[in-house]
């Protein structure tokens, strides 16, 4: 077993750990693997041990790692969900359409209105996520708090599209009380735009990464995106 396997498990059970300390399922929080700039024999071995789910900010960087993938795992490549983690150019979204599974970035209304013009018939509705700049954070992308139900009740029109919930990435702070309230005002959102828009699907909340993983499942996530603490740290 490699490096990348034992922290895969230790991050797998250390989600376990927190769900239960706060009265919830394991089941109920995802692990999304963030592979970006990590190779394609590191997305192999955690997949071998039954990892699904993969996150990539460089578009064009993880459609070469799904093809590597797939060659390198023929018979469990239809099983891997690939997710979007990173901001999506209008010259990209074709791209986004074609390959990738979820989107978690979603928050400008021509950026869908593409993704849905170009997402092939062919493969199920693209999974997306609202982006939501929670904290007013200047270097952040997202759309505004009071402006996610307008935008939400135009993405939930647009065919082959299916809106899932919202993400965030707010600030780091130290004081893990400040990312916990942070995250909380993330789930009252997720739950009051989930009301207006009548959407039981509207579910699925994008939040916490290596670092605030325990307050983000605390609060509420239903996806934790973890990539330093799984592959190590970056270059």
């Known amino acids: ?51 699904r789910d993969f996150g990539e900010n460089y578009i ?40 990738f599974d979820w989107v978690h ?26 982006q939501v700049n929670l904290d007013g954070g200047p270097n952040k992308s997202g759309v505004a708090p009071s402006e996610v139900l307008a935008l939400a009740q135009a993405v939930q029109a647009l065919p082959r599209l299916c809106l899932r919930g919202l993400m965030s990435i707010p600030e780091p702070y130290d004081d893990p009380h400040v990312m916990l309230d942070l995250h909380r005002q993330l789930h009252q959102l997720r739950v009051d735009v989930g009301q207006s828009l009548r959407a039981p699907m509207f579910n699925q909340l994008s939040m916490g990464m290596s670092a605030d993983m325990a307050s983000a499942i605390e609060a509420g996530s239903t996806w934790v995106r973890v990539g330093t603490a799984i592959f190590g740290s970056r270059s």
Do not use: Y
């Open 1 to 51: 077993m490699n490096v990348w396997q034992q922290q895969w498990q230790v991050v797998r059970q250390r989600i376990t750990e927190l769900a239960q300390q706060h009265g919830r399922e394991a089941a109920e929080v995802q692990l999304l693997a963030v592979s970006k700039t990590f190779p394609a024999s590191a997305v192999v071995a955690v997949a071998q041990l039954g990892q």
């Open 105 to 130: 970035t979603l928050d400008r209304l021509k950026i869908a209105q593409r993704l849905s013009e170009q997402r092939p018939a062919h493969l199920p509705d693209l999974q997306v996520l609202l």
């Open 60 to 99: 064009q960087e993880g459609i070469e790692k799904m093809a590597q993938v797939a060659e390198r795992l023929p018979q469990l490549s239809s099983e891997l969900r690939w997710h979007c983690i990173g901001p999506i150019q209008s010259n990209k979204t074709r791209l986004v359409a074609e390959h």
